[in-house]
């Protein structure tokens, strides 16, 4: 299996697999949300727009950052337009997250239980068991149309270039 470098802070980590591209079909996966059932990406998001935003957890100052420059415009998301923010904060902590900062259309989606997106989306950091930072545009076909891997995640993904795509692919 494939293996590579991510930084956390200072950090050095590992993360399985490889990475998904553009053109590729992005895999279905499930995870938890705040009532504790089960999220099923493809049947959640059918015929929808996806904005796919992996963050390693919704309490800290990075990962919050990101979430509130996807959910800040959220009152003009198209209805074909699904955005979703996966972690491994349990379901509880993301609604929560959610009442906290006002958020009404972006979905939180939790990876704790069953590490399913993490590993298919080669985003596992071995060491944490967290999701490493990245975005992904999927277009209504489930093809990835925009991705981008964050190798620290200290740093933002360009959250705008990824709201520019997704909104180009709908209607």
């Known amino acids: 299996m494939t293996n590579r470098v991510v930084k956390f802070g200072q950090l050095d980590l590992t993360v399985d697999g490889k990475k998904l591209?553009?053109?590729d079909?992005?895999?279905n996966f499930k995870g938890k949300v705040e009532d504790l059932s089960d999220y099923d990406f493809y049947e959640s998001e059918?015929?929808?727009?996806?904005?796919?935003?992996?963050v390693p957890s919704l309490d800290t100052s990075i990962c919050e950052l990101q979430t509130f420059l996807l959910?800040?415009?959220?009152?003009?998301f198209p209805e074909d337009l699904s955005v979703i923010t996966i972690s491994n904060d349990l379901p509880f902590a993301q609604k929560r997250?959610?009442?906290?900062?006002?958020?009404s259309k972006v979905k939180l989606v939790s990876d704790y239980l069953y590490e399913d997106f993490a590993k298919k989306y080669s985003l596992f950091i071995n060491e944490l068991k967290?999701?490493?930072?990245?975005?992904?545009?999927?277009?209504k076909d489930n093809i990835i149309r925009h991705v981008e891997y964050l190798d620290q995640n200290?740093?933002?993904?360009?959250?705008e270039k990824a709201l520019e795509i997704a909104l180009s692919l709908t209607k």
Do not use: H, Q
């Open 21 to 23: 591209n553009i053109d």
């Open 25 to 27: 079909k992005a895999p």
């Open 46 to 54: 059918e015929g929808k727009v996806k904005i796919i935003s992996a």
């Open 71 to 76: 959910s800040k415009n959220e009152d003009n």
């Open 97 to 103: 997250f959610e009442k906290e900062k006002a958020i």
């Open 130 to 139: 967290l999701v490493n930072r990245a975005i992904f545009v999927v277009d």
């Open 154 to 159: 200290t740093e933002l993904p360009d959250v």
